[in-house]
């Protein structure tokens, strides 16, 4: 039973780094997101280098990009710690997926809501803010929830760059006591942290279906 406990809190301290990373990612990533999605069409110069930052990002693996942070920075001068590089490379490559995932939804909606909204003399932030944005979210919160569900699940790949997550801990723990539990314990970290966030998004679906029954 002893036994039993310590695993548990050894895994609670890599769960908790785990969890640091996903909440850090996603309170960034997205913000950052919806920014450059209300932005993508300001000039062309600006929208091929988005263009180009989501392609580089999304095109290449996150494992790639943890180790480019953790190796090539240093080269060029610039000294972070492991978690640091965590966090730049979750941001900028989470940042990427929900640019395109909410363009995809901008670009789905009928151009003349813009057109209207400027007419009746709202700016370009208003109209994107409380008109444009919010209908683009609605349209792909089930997108967005896998999106935010995989997140979970690819924290486990700090790993590689010697983060004492959840991942790691665990195989510490199986090498060094020829034991399986620990995965089962993982599996169900991971499994219970999908299932509130799938609560979390269907609750806020059901609000925005509320929305539009009552307009």
């Given at each position: 039973m002893e036994y039993l406990i310590e695993t548990i809190?050894?895994?609670?301290?890599?769960?908790?780094v785990s969890l640091r990373i996903f909440f850090v990612t996603l309170a960034f990533s997205f913000p950052i997101s919806i920014l450059i999605a209300m932005t993508y069409r300001l000039n062309i110069v600006y929208r091929r280098f988005i263009s180009f930052y989501t392609w580089l990002f999304r095109g290449t693996p996150l494992m790639l990009q943890l180790f480019f942070f953790m190796f090539g920075l240093p080269a060029f001068g610039i000294a972070v710690d492991r978690m640091m590089v965590a966090y730049i490379a979750f941001i900028l490559?989470?940042?990427?997926?929900?640019?395109?995932?909410?363009?995809?939804g901008i670009e789905s909606l009928p151009k003349d809501q813009e057109e209207s909204a400027q007419v009746m003399g709202a700016s370009r932030y208003l109209t994107y803010r409380h008109v444009i944005m919010p209908q683009a979210i609605r349209k792909e919160m089930p997108t967005i929830t896998n999106e935010v569900i995989t997140l979970i699940k690819d924290t486990s790949l700090v790993t590689v760059i010697a983060i004492s997550d959840l991942?790691?801990?665990v195989k510490e723990i199986v090498s060094r006591d020829f034991t399986i539990s620990p995965f089962f314990l993982a599996a169900v970290f991971y499994l219970l942290i999908s299932y509130i966030i799938i609560r979390i998004f269907k609750k806020l679906e059901n609000k925005f279906d509320f929305m539009d029954n009552t307009v």
């Open positions: 809190k050894y895994l609670g301290s890599g769960a908790s490559n989470y940042a990427a997926y929900f640019t395109e995932i909410l363009r995809a991942m790691r801990n």
